[in-house]
C-alpha cells in the first residue's frame, strides 16, 4: 500500500516526525470547534476548525496539515457513510435516474454561466476563467486548467473559497430557516458506547483496504469512495454494524476543517478579500442554479427539496457528505450525487474547454 497507508510503523513515524509542525493547527482547529459547538451551531467542529485556521492563515500564521495525514481522515468519514447504507438501497437507487442524469446539464449550465461572470468581473485569462467556474474538485481544476495556461493559484483560491462559503452557508442556513432537523441529527449520530476490539478492527480494515482499492482502481474521491463501498458491503451484509464512535468524527472533522482553513496560507488580506468577493457572487450563481433544478426536480423525482440542494450544491463530495450527515438529510443521496458531479466533470470539462474558444484572453491576475 501506498501513501498514508504504507505500514503501521510507517504511519507512526510519519506522525513522530511531523507532529510537531501540525499539532497546533490541530489545537487551534480544535479550540474553534468546541466553541462552534458550545453555540450548538451544526457541523460545529469542522466549521469551528475552518474559521479558526482561516483566520490564522490570513494572519500569517503557520498553520498547516501534512498531505500523509488528511486521507486518514477522509477514509475515516467514507466508513462513517457506508454505515449508513439502508437494506433497500437498490431500490432507492433506481429513483435517482433522473437527478443523476441532470447533472450533465447542470455542469454544463454552471460551467458556462460562472465562466461568463468571471469574464465580467475580473481580469482572468480563458483557461483561468474556465477550469475557476467549472464545479469540480480543487485539486482536480487547478492541475487541469494550469497544463492548459491558466493561473493555478487563482483557479485554486476560487474554489477554496467556493468550498468555504457553501460549507457556512448551508448548514447555517437549515439550521436557521428550516428544512432540517439538527437535533434529531446530533441524537441520531451520538453513541454512548466505544466500539469493542472487533468493531474497532471492521473499522480499521474498512479505512485501510477502501483506500486503497480505492486508489488502485482510480474512482474519483477513491479514499473517500473505496471505505464507503467497503463500509456499506459489510454493514448491508449484516456481518458488521460497526461505526466511528462520536470522538473519532469529530476529529475527522477538526482535520479536515484545518485542511481546509489552511489553503489560505500565504495569502494576502487584500488578495483574500478580493477572492471573498469574487468568489462570493460565484458562489451564489452556483447555489441559485442549484436551487433552480432542485424546484424542478422535486416532483419530478419525489426527494426531499433539502436533499436536491444538497445534491445540487457546488461543494465538496466530502464536505457536503458529512453536512448531509449533521443535518440528517440522506447522506447517500448527496454523496452519489456529488459522485456523479465529479465524474461528469471530469468527462465534459476538456470537451468543453475544447469547444469554447476565448476571444481577447486577458492576462490573469497576479
Same mark, same amino acid.
Given at each position: ?12 513515524? *510519519? ?53 500523509? $495525514? ?31 442524469? /441532470? ?6 449550465? *454552471? ?51 467556493? *468550498? ?18 439538527? /437535533?434529531?441529527?446530533?441524537?441520531? /449520530? ?28 482510480? *474512482? ?35 482535520? $479536515? ?60 463530495? /466530502? ?5 448531509? $450527515? ?41
Amino acid at each position: 500500500m501506498s501513501g498514508a497507508f504504507s505500514t503501521p510503523n510507517g504511519f507512526l513515524r *510519519i506522525i513522530r516526525r511531523e507532529s510537531p509542525a501540525w499539532s497546533g493547527t490541530i489545537l487551534l482547529g480544535a479550540a474553534g470547534g468546541w466553541l462552534f459547538n458550545a453555540m450548538n451551531l451544526p457541523l460545529a467542529w469542522m466549521l469551528g476548525a475552518i474559521a479558526a485556521t482561516t483566520i490564522a492563515a490570513i494572519s500569517r500564521v503557520p498553520v498547516r496539515i501534512p498531505r500523509r $495525514i488528511a486521507p486518514v481522515m477522509f477514509s475515516i468519514v467514507g466508513v462513517l457513510l457506508g454505515s449508513t447504507f439502508p437494506p433497500d438501497i437498490l431500490e432507492r437507487a433506481g429513483r435517482w435516474t433522473i437527478s443523476l442524469a /441532470t447533472l450533465l446539464p447542470y455542469v454544463v449550465l *454552471i460551467t458556462l454561466v460562472v465562466a461568463a461572470y468571471f469574464r465580467l468581473v475580473t481580469t482572468f485569462n480563458h483557461p483561468t476563467r474556465f477550469f475557476s467556474a467549472c464545479p469540480g474538485g480543487l485539486n482536480e481544476m487547478m492541475i487541469m486548467g494550469g497544463a492548459k495556461g491558466g493561473d493555478e493559484a487563482a483557479i485554486a483560491l476560487i474554489h477554496g473559497m467556493r *468550498i468555504l462559503t457553501v460549507v457556512y452557508v448551508l448548514p447555517l442556513s437549515f439550521q436557521y430557516m428550516g428544512g432540517a432537523d439538527t /437535533t434529531a441529527a446530533r441524537a441520531a /449520530t451520538r453513541f454512548t458506547a466505544l466500539p469493542d476490539a472487533m468493531s474497532w478492527a471492521t473499522i480499521a480494515a474498512c479505512a485501510i483496504l477502501g483506500a486503497w482499492g480505492g486508489r488502485r482502481l482510480k *474512482i474519483p474521491a477513491g479514499i473517500l469512495i473505496g471505505p464507503m463501498a467497503l463500509s456499506a458491503a459489510v454493514h448491508l451484509s449484516g456481518w458488521s454494524n460497526a461505526r466511528p464512535p462520536d470522538a473519532l468524527i469529530h476529529t475527522a472533522q477538526v482535520v $479536515i476543517g484545518c485542511g481546509i482553513g489552511s489553503r489560505f496560507l500565504g495569502t494576502a488580506p487584500r488578495a483574500f478579500l478580493r477572492a471573498v468577493l469574487v468568489s462570493l457572487g460565484s458562489t451564489i450563481v452556483m447555489l441559485g442554479i442549484g436551487a433552480g433544478f432542485a424546484l424542478v426536480l422535486q416532483p419530478l423525482t419525489g426527494a426531499s427539496f433539502a436533499a436536491l440542494i444538497l445534491a445540487y450544491s457546488p461543494g465538496g463530495i /466530502t464536505e457536503m457528505s458529512l453536512v448531509a $450527515i449533521a443535518l440528517g438529510i440522506d447522506p447517500l443521496f448527496v454523496s452519489t450525487h456529488h459522485l456523479g458531479r465529479i465524474l461528469m466533470v471530469l468527462s465534459v470539462t476538456p470537451l468543453l474547454f475544447r469547444w469554447l474558444p476565448g476571444p481577447h484572453t486577458k492576462p490573469p491576475t497576479e
